[in-house]
């Protein structure tokens, strides 16, 4: 080996991956929020009308669900010391399981440490190789990765397209496995997945269905049950995903569903017998956003009187909004660059809603993403407007 191979950097390649990013318009900093997650919050030493968080419904500094975590870490201590199949299972861990089950009228639940282990965790123990699934073409990474982990073929089915799924259903009959997954509320746009049609069509077929709610827990349904429950369609999804991580405010994902599937993925999934359980203080957290949940429906409605006022001032203005159909609301912009320019410009006028672009949209589906929560004021909505207005003028990305 000559002295100069020797020496050479193995890790240079990232350079130049790093440099294309930059090239692409790609690069982004991380921005760095000082204080807590709030409707108006401070980043990057700059004071912002928050657009860009999953803390739909304020959750994150409720004080019910601060009380409970300092209550729990006076209690219980910081950590749990273990995976949950060897000595990390507490009682509060077991008390949130059966608390999601009855909440989500489920026969059991069991906790991850994050909605993305959750779904890759679930679809990667319950699949094998010689299974098929069956999944929408933009949902979410977590479900990706499971599929690829579970070896399974995997046949993508375009966007909320019902009859290409049935298509696909009918060619692939001889699969003895097959699961049909999408997302509930898709992140990235907004819109809700078919589920009746979907699951009927599952049903149909004998494959098992699958929907990852992270962005419908909290959001849609009774108490923000979900897309199950927005659907009534109660008993006809086998697995339902939901995140503590979004609108619960704290963090965690979780999986319902039969009795015999949860102890399954106590058995099989590799993120809850490999990684050790949350601290007491996120159970108990969680356990009291669940009560919020149910004692202040009116967060709810907010979010949603919200969300209708933020998105006919997008309209107004004449921005594009895709298909949205919830508080994830995009504002279409195409190329990465220009949606980057639109971000950092309105981030410094007071205005946070994050660019987006490849690899989590499609190239030329570059876009702001906003999110409107429950705690947003409507002087805070209107300011934001605004400001978008003005930038978006500015860029020409509305004339
Ligand atoms: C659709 C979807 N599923 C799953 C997840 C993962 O959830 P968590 O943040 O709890 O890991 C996310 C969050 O980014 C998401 O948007």
Redesign the pocket.
């Known amino acids: 080996m000559s002295a100069d191979t020797k020496t050479k950097d193995p890790l240079q390649f990232l350079d130049e991956a790093m440099a294309g990013l930059k090239a692409e318009g790609l690069y982004r900093r991380l921005r760095v929020l000082h204080g807590e997650q709030r409707a108006e919050a401070r980043f990057d030493g700059r004071d912002v009308v928050n657009l860009s968080s ?1 803390n739909y419904l304020g959750l994150t500094t409720h004080p019910k669900l601060r009380d409970a975590a300092l209550k729990a870490v006076k209690d219980l201590g910081v950590g749990s010391g273990s995976v949950r199949t060897i000595a990390g299972t507490m009682e509060l861990h077991m008390e949130l399981e059966r608390r999601i089950a009855a909440f989500k009228k489920t026969e059991a639940s069991v906790v991850f440490q ?6 890759a965790g679930t679809v990667a123990a319950i699949l094998g190789k010689d299974d098929l699934i069956l999944s929408d073409e933009l ?2 990474a ?2 990706i990765d499971g599929a690829r982990l579970s070896r399974a073929a995997i046949r993508v089915f375009p966007h909320r397209d019902v009859a290409a799924l049935a298509r696909l259903l009918e060619e692939t009959a001889d699969v003895k496995r097959r699961l049909v997954i999408t ?1 509930g ?3 990235m746009d907004g819109d809700i997945a078919p589920m009746p049609q979907i699951a009927a069509l599952a049903r149909e077929h004998g494959a098992i269905m699958m929907v ?1 709610d ?2 419908a827990s909290g959001v849609l349904g009774k108490a923000g049950r979900g897309t199950v429950d927005h659907f009534s369609i109660h008993g006809q999804v086998d697995i339902q ?1 939901g ?4 609108a619960i405010g704290v ?3 979780y999986v319902c569903g039969s009795k015999t599937l949860i102890e399954y993925l106590y058995h099989r999934a590799r993120p809850f017998l490999f990684s050790t359980s949350h601290p007491p203080a996120v159970a108990a957290a969680c356990l009291a956003a669940f009560d919020v949940l149910e004692s202040e429906p009116e967060r709810i409605q907010k979010l949603w009187s919200n969300t209708d006022r933020f998105k006919k001032g997008l309209a107004r203005i004449g921005f594009n909004t895709g298909t949205s159909e919830t508080p994830i609301t995009p504002i279409m912009v195409g190329e990465a660059d220009l949606a980057m320019k639109f971000s950092d410009r309105a981030f410094e006028r007071g205005v946070f809603a994050q660019g987006i672009g490849f690899p989590t949209v499609a190239k030329g589906t570059a876009r702001l993403r906003t999110i409107v929560t429950a705690t947003h004021t409507e002087e805070e909505l209107d300011r934001a407007l605004s400001i978008l207005e003005d930038v978006g003028r500015s860029l020409g990305i509305v004339r």
């Open positions: 999953n994050s909605g993305f282990a959750a779904n949902n979410h977590s479900i997302d509320v898709f992140s990852d992270a962005h995903v995140t503590l991580s979004k963090l965690g994902g």
